[in-house]
């Protein structure tokens, strides 16, 4: 499990920074998606969209695990 950060005297979950990191790499990565039109070349929209923030996720919190002593 990853590490709690304490932030302004609360504990935050490493999970929790990983998530906000992204959601906003997801946010970025959206805007440049829909700006080329790539979404109308996918069978189904939303579900291109969350597979695309789970895969960043997932990405993440295997780097970050291995990156950790």
């Not at 990983?18 to 979404?39: M, T």
């Amino acid at each position: 499990m990853h590490r709690e950060f304490d932030f302004t005297g609360v504990l935050v979950p490493g999970i929790l920074t990983l998530l906000v990191i992204s959601a906003a790499l997801w946010s970025v990565l959206d805007q440049v998606l829909v700006r080329y039109a790539i979404y109308r070349r996918v069978w189904h929209p939303p579900l291109f969209r969350l597979s695309l923030f789970l895969i960043l996720f997932c990405v993440l919190a295997l780097a970050s695990r291995h990156a950790l002593p």
